[in-house]
């Protein structure tokens, strides 16, 4: 029965985070086009694809020969176009670069995107280049009703035109999103994912401060190593493991919120459910708290760094980081009793 809820909690958690990772072209009639997450996406020369493409943080590559019969749409990623794309191509956050042979047989819109186009390359429809500031402008957005100004204080926060709704749906798809991770890790990774929460809270001082040191000194590493050319493959693999230590040392704070909700109501529940709802609380609380304007920071900031030192202080939970021992005092010797009080 363990062994079942492993494997299903697995399915579970790499079908919400990960649908796809590499995907291959499908033909005119397989229906509609993909959706891909954090992949990469490649049409080669000779394929066509029926539908629409939706990347998020990926890698899309049209090659020459190919067609896209559908628009291309790219999250936070990256896309080249040498081929052919019967519909429009929309490139939000992210790079762009169109070949000299490629055509657009519709219209390109960037939002907070960059783009390189060569000489030959045909887009028959409108080319729109748009910051992400300029759509609070937007006519075809609908206006919100305003907030009236208070006297002595600035409205500054990014949230003005944005639908409370949407946030709260995002804060908590987040928070599910990382509860289901912590499920898993506390499943196959039960006594590291303890260790790692014990020493945040025996230290949490050392913790936060060890935490911050690799917060302010891994930018200035990686960037020494990224310029060599030799070491740049060192710098990908260093900042996929400080994205593995900041998940994990997070879903190890998750496990003592877990833990000390549970000694409240007196109840004890198994490490893996205890991790997933402390995550998914904590998760909830601090992006809660980050949409407080000015302060709202601080407190993930904190968090971050408690996570990210209890993962080097425990060494990726490969022991627990206890306090030292207070050093015991020696009895005070005592006294010879007198030969009066003998007698």
């Known amino acids: 029965?363990?062994?079942?809820?492993?494997?299903?909690?697995?399915?579970?958690?790499?079908?919400?985070?990960?649908?796809?990772?590499?995907?291959?072209?499908r033909g005119l009639d397989d229906g509609p086009g993909p959706v891909i997450f954090g992949g990469s996406y490649t049409v080669k020369s000779g394929d066509t694809v029926d539908g629409d493409v939706v990347v998020f943080g990926?890698?899309?590559?049209?090659?020459?020969?190919a067609t896209v019969n559908g628009s291309v749409v790219v999250f936070g990623g990256t896309l080249t176009v040498n081929g052919v794309v019967n519909?429009?191509?929309?490139?939000?956050?992210?790079?762009?670069?169109?070949?000299?042979?490629?055509?657009?047989?519709?219209?390109l819109s960037l939002v907070g995107a960059t783009l390189a186009r060569a000489d030959g390359a045909q887009v028959s429809g409108e080319v729109t280049y748009k910051d992400p500031g300029d759509m609070r402008d937007d006519p075809t957005l609908p206006d919100l009703p305003g907030v009236?100004?208070?006297?002595?204080?600035?409205?500054?926060?990014?949230?003005?035109?944005?639908?409370?709704?949407?946030?709260?749906?995002?804060?908590?798809?987040?928070?599910?999103a990382m509860a289901l991770l912590a499920l898993l890790?506390?499943?196959?990774?039960?006594?590291?994912?303890?260790?790692?929460?014990?020493?945040?809270?025996?230290?949490?001082?050392?913790?936060?401060?060890?935490?911050?040191?690799?917060?302010?000194?891994?930018?200035?590493?990686?960037?020494?190593?990224?310029?060599?050319?030799i070491l740049a493959p060192v710098a990908l693999l260093a900042v996929l493991v400080l994205l593995v230590a900041l998940l994990y040392g997070w879903i190890a704070l998750g496990?003592?919120?877990?833990?000390?909700?549970?000694?409240?109501?007196?109840?004890?529940?198994?490490?893996p459910l205890t991790a997933a709802f402390g995550t998914w609380l904590l998760t909830i609380i601090s992006a809660?708290?980050?949409?407080?304007?000015?302060?709202g920071w601080l407190a993930p900031f904190i968090l971050t760094t408690l996570a990210i030192g209890g993962v080097v202080m425990s060494r990726f939970g490969q022991r627990v980081a206890l306090p030292p021992a207070p050093a015991s005092v020696p009895a005070a010797p005592m006294p010879e009793p007198s030969p009066e009080s003998a007698e």
């Open 1 to 25: 029965m363990k062994k079942t809820l492993k494997i299903l909690s697995l399915l579970l958690v790499l079908s919400f985070l990960l649908p796809t990772q590499v995907v291959a072209a």
């Open 58 to 65: 990926g890698v899309v590559l049209i090659e020459e020969g």
């Open 87 to 107: 519909g429009d191509v929309v490139l939000v956050g992210g790079a762009g670069a169109l070949g000299g042979k490629s055509v657009i047989d519709g219209s």
């Open 148 to 176: 009236p100004n208070i006297p002595g204080f600035e409205k500054v926060s990014p949230f003005d035109n944005m639908n409370p709704l949407w946030v709260g749906l995002s804060i908590f798809g987040r928070a599910l």
């Open 185 to 229: 890790v506390g499943l196959f990774l039960e006594d590291p994912t303890r260790r790692v929460g014990e020493s945040i809270a025996a230290q949490p001082a050392i913790a936060g401060g060890l935490g911050f040191l690799t917060i302010i000194l891994a930018p200035a590493i990686l960037l020494i190593l990224a310029i060599t050319l």
């Open 255 to 271: 496990f003592e919120v877990g833990l000390r909700f549970t000694k409240m109501i007196h109840q004890e529940w198994a490490l």
């Open 288 to 295: 809660s708290i980050n949409l407080m304007p000015c302060v």
